[in-house]
């Protein structure tokens, strides 16, 4: 096997030592201080004082130090050091903690890493000193509840590395962005971090370069009397009549069992990084002696082509939707792939952390399968307000994926307060600039602008290799201010806005031509979207400009504009930045870029101008760069005039504040602070539990192994949406196609248990033979086959009507638009058509009336429902139907086996969905089934969904939006299309929900 030298370790490690700098520049001097001002342990007029002979102040310094002139920048502990104290939750570092006066470089950037690892330190151990595990335990004891065990799980999409594969070779090459990401994942793996660190990611799209033509030498001089390599190689001669033959067709890379446990062996022993990875194919593709890899980039194009478009505030033009369909159900294959990866590694109490938008439906996924578990996201790209996410076709499924997090992570307020402005907006959730309601839970939301590893950095733009490419540079361009830009080359990174800024610059300042150049780089991008975009033309647009400045501006010995398409190394990057009199970004939408981070640190001694965009993600925390709106190319020409005019301490003051902020804030601090702020959000959670999202492929793939189902399902807001008329809520055509279709099946035994009384239910779904039915909360019973209704209430005495009808009458005299409808065992007072507020008043006084004297003298029970009030028997409810129901069924099928009670002899799979407290009843009742010894149901078969508001705290299992969600479902089990045909229109008439769980539970998206 064979391995890139030094590319199985990854991302280097920071210093821990200090900076291999060469920082031999004066530092600035310190000026005097009073006397009165000085502490007594360094007053002359006290420590000169002799008061013992022999014995003066040094005698109490460390030995071999020189006091704040360190080495390091940094004095050892002496005897007046004070020693400060760690607790167990400590504050987070001061901002000022590197933007002391005549503070040197080299000092900021030891004090920040200090910081950020001191802080991550801070938040798992108690006491100063103690070892990892101690700390862990430390952590236990303090919180007993928060079963943290110290592992951390980092879910992203790509692995750390590229990769290559050639006959049993794996080469490892260090990935192209996202470094400070993975700078994030080296600082929780290393030594400096307490926690046990993992990453579980995607092998990314697995490059298999053509072998060497002449492998294992130089080629020989002659191929005379040599054969062919390829018999297709041989000449070829010429007929007319006959197609010329084609070379067969290779599809895909196939990979054997061994090489890919050579992989993952690699990769688990990467002392920087231990990686799982994902391997990403069709179960066809797929088998036990390898894998099959094809049309690798697919995992990829809904995230690509739908949601970072769309982050960005980019919108395509209406399709059809059936390529959108195909890549829904790739990615949320993919999604469910990582989430089967992430429960093989993880443990309870262990802590898994997504990233961004290729990851989005991650934490429901988990949350669905792990209830209890620890999970945190956060998103690198921007998030849109509501009106741009409005246009996603997904958007609700999105954001329902993201929502299975405790704690969800943005780089900016702004993208914060939209995410919580969607969750409201389009699922209907509370929320406020602190977290959503979701689910019977909090989910926090938070702002975590991400840092860069100063300290690497600061290591990396001095070495001897980029300081000659920097003094090669500054002799090319001597004479001249040189403003740097480098960008991807995507539509988002306002290269073009860039170029006619800088021509607009050209134009309102002639006196400035020749004497400014603008560098820009362009590395290719790696968005598919932006490379298939025909409509795009950037790279096109950036070459037009690029010519017409050198055209209109420049001379046969002068172009304003260098641009370079290409990737530069990373010592031609860092000497460019250092070379840079400007640092110029005009983003027009971006997460966090990074490069104006790197541009301060490099710009230390120069204190070039940072010219940044107010529209990218890092604006808001280096308040004191100059922001200019790219879309203003005025504004931003007058900014770069400022910037070269800039007077030296103006520059100076701009450089160390900027310099005290990336130094402090740096990605050890970025993921110090979320962690703690999840531990914090863990501490604060107690023992609620979210209800998670219904697992639709789990569901279907119980539903096709069992011999005999049932199904209950409510009526009013569960099959159709509670609407303000009553008689107004009819089934629609899907729901009675999707019903008759699951009740044709003799295996299925299906029930609508609802409110309704006999004549409504017997109008609008009596004509499907199959169905059973349940009036009146229990009161009435119709079983499936038959027209006959049972009367479960006729010995009852029914007495109590007389007082109820009363007492309801006289609140229908009160309130305006409310009215009684009277069944056969139960009275209910609606207020629906009332004034809300009104209603609900007058509602609460006649609860309390009821309460007081009909509930006292009869055996009934007043219910507060969805605007309305029911009084009813005590002893009817929907939960003994429920109980019924199972135990009917279970007798039915062990007297067909001959009365032996076992596993396989009672129900297989039960659906039970309602929306409002009376499903209370049934879930509650099915649990109770389910924890009997012997159980008449198997908990994990047994499906109990609340349809409605987020914020109900339910004993269902499983939760549910809208009854748009339910008919889905029964669409999928019944196999009913998303225009409400018939099995016969296949899968592909499905929505794209119902595709994508089929396809997950298939492993491979059906044809037909």
């Known amino acids: 096997m064979t391995l890139t030298k ?232 010429l007929d007319p009549s006959k197609a010329p033959p084609k070379p067969p067709a290779v599809d895909g890379l196939w990979i054997p069992k061994e090489d890919m446990l050579q992989l993952e062996n690699i990769l688990s022993h990467n002392k920087n990084i231990k990686t799982v990875p994902v391997w990403l194919a069709d179960d066809v593709e797929g088998h036990g002696d390898g894998i099959l890899l094809k049309d690798q980039a697919r995992w990829r194009r809904y995230a690509e082509h739908d949601l970072y478009t769309l982050f960005h505030y980019k919108q395509h033009e209406p399709t059809d939707g059936r390529a959108e369909r195909v890549q829904w159900a790739d990615y949320f294959r993919m999604n469910q792939k990582f989430a089967n990866k992430i429960l093989e590694v ?80 389009i699922l209907g959730f509370p929320s406020d600039s602190s977290g959503v309601d979701a689910y019977g839970a909090r989910v926090e939301v938070g702002v975590f602008p991400i840092g860069i590893d100063a300290t690497k950095v600061a290591r990396l733009a001095w070495t001897d290799s980029v300081n000659e490419k920097y003094e090669a540079l500054k002799a090319l361009y001597a004479g001249k201010k040189i403003i740097v830009g480098r960008d991807r080359l995507d539509s988002v990174r306002g290269v073009a806005q860039k170029l006619m800024a800088f021509e607009r610059f050209l134009e309102m300042y002639p006196e400035w031509r020749e004497k400014v150049v603008l560098i820009q780089v362009t590395s290719p991008t790696n968005i598919e979207e932006e490379k298939e975009d025909p409509e795009n033309k950037i790279s096109s647009r950036v070459n037009e400009l690029v010519m017409k400045i050198n055209g209109a501006h420049g001379s046969i010995g002068f172009s304003p504009v260098l641009h370079f398409p290409q990737y530069i190394s990373q010592e031609e990057y860092f000497a460019l930045l250092r070379a840079a009199d400007i640092g110029l970004i005009t983003s027009v939408r971006d997460g966090m870029n990074t490069t104006s981070l790197e541009y301060v640190i490099c710009q230390r001694k120069t204190a070039g101008p940072l010219i940044l965009s107010e529209f990218s993600g890092t604006a808001g925390s280096l308040k004191d760069a100059i922001h200019i709106n790219p879309w203003d190319l005025t504004g931003v020409a007058v900014q770069i005039n400022n910037a070269l005019t800039m007077p030296e301490d103006k520059r100076q003051a701009m450089e160390q504040s900027l310099l005290a902020h990336v130094t402090s804030k740096n990605v050890q601090y970025w993921i110090a602070g979320f962690l703690r702020r999840l531990v914090t959000v863990l501490g604060n959670r107690k023992s609620v539990t979210a209800t998670p999202l219904l697992d639709r492929s789990a569901m279907l793939l119980k539903y096709r192994a069992a011999k005999k189902r049932l199904f209950m399902f409510d009526y009013d807001g569960t099959l159709t949406p509670i609407v303000r008329e009553p008689s107004a809520a009819i089934p629609s055509e899907r729901v009675i196609k999707s019903l008759k279709e699951l009740a044709r099946d003799h295996r299925n035994a299906v029930w609508i248990i609802s409110g309704r009384d006999q004549e409504f239910l017997t109008q609008h779904l009596g004509h499907i033979k199959e169905l059973g039915f349940s009036a009146e ?88 429902g969805k605007a309305n009030l029911e009084v009813r028997p005590t002893f009817i409810n929907k939960g003994e139907i429920a109980k019924r129901l199972v135990t009917t069924y279970n007798a039915e099928m062990r007297a067909l086996n001959g009365g032996a009670a076992e596993d396989a002899d009672k129900v297989g799979f039960v659906l039970c969905m309602g929306d409002d407290f009376t499903d209370e009843d049934m879930f509650r009742a099915l649990n109770g089934l389910s924890d009997v010894k012997p159980a008449e149901i198997d908990a994990e078969n047994c499906f109990t969904v609340t349809v409605g508001a987020s914020t109900k705290v339910t004993l269902a299992h499983w939760h549910l939006l809208e009854p748009e969600d339910v008919i889905e479902c029964v669409a999928l089990l019944a196999g009913v299309g998303g225009s409400g045909s018939g099995a016969e229109g296949g899968p592909l008439s499905m929505g794209e929900v119902n595709l994508a769980a089929l396809s997950a539970v298939e492993d491979h998206i059906p044809q037909h």
């Open 6 to 237: 030094g590319a199985a370790d990854g991302v280097d490690k920071a210093d821990p030592a200090g900076l291999s700098l060469n920082l031999s520049a004066q530092r600035p001097a310190v000026p005097e201080r009073a006397e009165s001002s000085l502490p007594p342990h360094l007053r002359p007029s006290v420590i000169e004082v002799p008061v013992t002979p022999g014995i003066n102040r040094e005698a109490y310094e460390p030995e071999g130090s020189n006091s704040l002139d360190a080495a390091d920048g940094t004095a050892e502990p002496g005897y007046f050091s004070r020693q400060e104290v760690d607790h167990a939750i400590a504050e987070s570092p001061a901002p000022d903690v590197t933007s002391h006066e005549g503070q040197s470089f080299q000092n900021k950037i030891a004090t920040g890493a200090k910081e950020g690892t001191e802080f991550l330190r801070r938040v798992s151990v108690a006491v100063s000193g103690e070892s990892r595990r101690e700390s862990m335990s430390d952590i236990r004891a303090i919180s007993p509840d928060l079963a943290i065990t110290g592992n951390i799980i980092s879910a992203t999409f790509n692995l750390p590395h590229s990769l290559k594969y050639r006959k049993g070779e794996w080469e490892l090459s260090p990935r192209r962005g996202q470094s400070t990401l993975i700078d994030s994942f080296a600082f929780l793996s290393s030594e400096e971090s307490p926690w046990n660190h993992t990453v579980v990611a995607w092998t990314g799209e697995i490059e298999n370069p053509p072998d060497a033509l002449w492998p294992g030498g130089e080629p020989p001089k002659t191929t005379v009397h040599m054969s062919s390599l390829n018999v297709l190689s041989k000449p070829v001669p």
């Open 346 to 425: 993880y443990k309870p109490g262990d802590i898994v952390i997504v990233h961004d938008y290729n990851l989005m439906l991650l934490p429901s996924m988990l949350r669905q399968r792990a209830p209890h578990m620890y999970i945190a996201f956060f998103l690198h790209s921007p998030f849109p307000s509501s009106e741009f996410l409005r246009c996603l076709p997904r958007r609700k499924e999105v954001l329902e994926g993201v929502l299975g997090a405790n704690l969800v992570g943005f780089q900016s307020y702004s993208y914060s307060r939209h995410f919580a402005s969607c969750c409201t907006r």
């Open 777 to 864: 909360h229990g009161s009435f019973m119709r079983h499936p086959g038959s027209t006959e209704w049972e009367n479960l209430a006729e010995k009852f005495d029914m007495g109590w009507q007389k007082e109820v009808l009363e007492v309801f009458q006289k609140y229908t005299d009160k309130v305006p638009g409310s009215f009684i409808e009277q069944k056969r065992c139960a009275l209910t007072w609606h207020y629906r058509l009332a004034d809300p507020e009104q209603g609900l008043h007058m509602s609460r006084e006649c609860h309390r009336e009821l309460e007081t004297t009909v509930g006292r003298k009869w055996d009934v029970e007043v219910m507060a």
